[in-house]
């Protein structure tokens, strides 16, 4: 019988709901997590998430997984696993062995399990999340809240009674926060925090600052200087902290400049170098500017993230330049 014979035939009982919840669930998670998803699908999983019992079932699906990681990397459990595979084999038959053998790995996963549950329950850390290069994330907190998490990121995030606390260790992230009124949200980069109730915003850190965008809501957003007032953010606008120079809100195209989320790079009216630099974050064979390549001239155009062959040819035809293979995969960039 198919999946939508079986749909037919239940009724639409609460069980019947639930368990088909779960199988999409699963099905998202497999493709959010296999690749580089495209906007649409990001889109659609936002919109199959909006559901209640979706909902319920994506954040199972992702507290499972997010404990097989552990699971997987917590040094006592491997230590656990590997002195296991040191005890001394049965010398009775294989059937009998096989027997006992399946029942202590059971038992080990078991003891792993809950031993982990415990782990991640203490942990006064968090939970992390990253992404390689290349590579966009979908993940969903259990109060409700999303992470875009952009190429080459990593955050940690805390959820307790009173607070939810995160922390963008590098890279760039979009937030989608729920409302509660009772926890604040807020988000620390390096020496820079931003706080939000109810809205949609943007961190970006890099080495040498903090830019935070908003898109919906209203966040502020604290700076290095102890003696600075917060800044309040409206939709539109972005701030950019850094070290000993004031942060001043500017306007900002929010689409384009948020538009990694929807697997696109956009440049208007940008120095080539820059584009270059924004290019390069998305892939490990990188473009180089060589003798001629003009840095400062302007670059204006909407590429896929990742597809660095695209930006290659278009700027070559652009500003009439010349493209050569280099050793390592990557492209260098001369005068024509």
Known sequence: MSEQQAQAGDGGTAEAKAARAAREAARWYGRLNSGNPSYQ??????????????????????????????????????????????????????????TRRRGQVLGGLVTAGVLAGAFLILQPLGRTYDTAVGERRAISLEDGSTIELNTDSRVRVRLTRGERRLWLEKGQAMFAVAHDQGRPFIVTAGKTAVRALGTRFEVWRTDQAVRVILAEGKVEVSGPAPQAAPVTLTPGQRLEVRPNRPAKPAPVDVAAATGWTRGRVTFRDVPLADAVAEVNRYSRRPVVLGPGAPADERVTGVFDTGDTQSFVNGVTTMLDLKSTPRPDGGVELTAG
């Open 41 to 98: 699908d990001v889109d659609a999983f936002f919109a199959w998430r909006a559901e209640t019992l979706n909902d319920v079932a994506y954040t199972r699906i992702e507290s499972l997984t997010t404990t097989a990681r552990a699971l997987a990397d917590d040094p006592r459990l491997q230590a656990i696993a590997r002195a296991a595979a040191r005890r001394p084999r049965e010398t009775r038959g294989w059937r009998g062995a096989l």
